[in-house]
Every structure is written in structure tokens, then in C-alpha cells.
T-cell receptor
């Protein structure tokens, strides 16, 4: 089974801090994705990547950046954390050919 | 963009009951998945089912792509089935997974 691992389950950061959320997958998938989930707003796509060093903006990229230096790792970066970035963050991966997405266990980020 | 509508939004069952969750989508898709989000927030993939019928234990799913809907059946429900069930799709021309708003299922003992 594909495994998608997110480095932290819970994270508390201060306003203005630079925050790194890490995601690693172990099945050589080309596509990786970052979503955030908020009550009443559902799951929204932040960024995705088709391949190493490739990135595409999703629906809500403002305040975020990403890095994909190796195929298995996709990092989400909050350049200067703000309280409105308090959320559940979910990483997913998918092979190039049509197939299902696999999600990590999520990171609950609180910015105080 | 594609619209994904799930019904019902909330469902309360007694343990042992059966249920059917529905997902309607507004465009042709090449990917449809059903997920269960557990109380800890993890999205568990139940089915990858862009068309046809699949079964896994007490769960089964059917997608009729030509009519743009999918159904998730839960039989003999258990309290551990509680949580939110999401339908998510990818349009044929795209790569983004678009989620419905989910069905909140509560199974009481």
C-alpha cells in the first residue's frame, strides 16, 4: 500500500513564524498535492506538483509556497504564519496515470 | 468548475441499519473516489470507482458515469462507521480532485 507521511500531527506556531509542513510518499508518484480543510469551507487545493521542481497554484495559494526538490517529498511553506492559516492541512499523492489519490494523516496547525 | 453534490448532509442510524449515500456531479469524470474521514481527520480511501460497481466487506459503491452519479452503500452499520463520507472527482480534462461537502454519518449503539 502507498504510504503518505506528514511529519507532524499537531503543530502550534506563533504569528510571523516561517512554518514548514513536510510530506513524503513512498511509491514514486509523480503528482503531489496540498489541501487545507476548514469547517464550512470544505477541502480546498493550495498547491500541486506534477514532477520534481514543478509546481502549480491551486485555488488558494496566497500566503503559501511549496518546494519539491525530490520526487518523494513535497513541502508546504508558510512564509509568515497568520492566525487565518490555522487549519487542517492534508497532503496527497497520485501516480501519473489515472488512479486514486492517497492522503496523509493530516497536520492540525494552530497559529497563535 | 465541476459541481459535486452529496446527499444527505447528515444521517443518523442505529447500529445494524443499512444506508445509501449519493453523489451527483455536473461533468464527465475520469476519477471518482469515496473517502471516510475519521475523528482524527485522516481521509481513508474507500473506493476508486470512476465507473461500475465494487464491494469491500460491508461497503459497496456504484458509479453510473453516463448519468453522473455515484452511490455508496453501507450495510449492517457499526459505530466505527461514524464520521464524514466524502465523494471526490477529477474531470476528464483536468487533474484536480474536487470534493463534495460530505455526509456526516452518526451510528448510535
Amino acid at each position: 500500500d502507498v504510504k503518505v507521511t506528514q511529519s507532524s500531527r499537531y503543530l502550534v506556531k506563533r504569528t510571523g513564524e516561517k512554518v514548514f509542513l513536510e510530506c513524503v510518499q513512498d511509491m514514486d508518484h509523480e503528482n503531489m498535492f496540498w489541501y487545507r480543510q476548514d469547517p464550512g469551507l470544505g477541502l480546498r487545493l493550495i498547491y500541486f506538483s506534477y514532477d520534481v521542481k514543478m509546481k502549480e497554484k491551486g485555488d488558494i495559494p496566497e500566503g503559501y509556497s511549496v518546494s519539491r526538490e525530490k520526487k518523494e517529498r513535497f513541502s508546504l511553506i508558510l512564509e509568515s504564519a497568520s492566525t487565518n492559516q490555522t487549519s487542517m492541512y492534508l497532503c496527497a499523492s497520485r501516480p501519473r496515470v489515472a488512479y486514486g489519490y492517497t492522503f496523509g494523516s493530516g497536520t492540525r496547525l494552530t497559529v497563535v | 468548475g465541476i459541481q459535486v453534490e452529496q446527499s444527505p448532509p447528515d444521517l443518523i442510524l442505529q447500529e445494524g441499519a443499512n444506508s445509501t449515500l449519493r453523489c451527483n456531479f455536473s461533468d464527465s469524470v475520469n476519477n471518482l473516489q469515496w473517502f471516510h474521514q475519521n475523528p482524527w481527520g485522516q481521509l481513508i480511501n474507500l473506493f476508486y470507482i470512476p465507473s461500475g460497481t465494487k464491494q469491500n466487506g460491508r461497503l459497496s459503491a456504484t458509479t453510473v458515469a453516463t448519468e453522473r452519479y455515484s452511490l455508496l452503500y453501507i450495510s449492517s452499520s457499526q459505530t466505527t462507521d461514524s464520521g464524514v463520507y466524502f465523494c471526490a472527482v477529477v474531470v476528464i480534462s483536468g487533474s484536480r480532485l474536487t470534493f463534495g461537502e460530505g455526509t456526516q454519518l452518526t451510528v448510535n449503539p
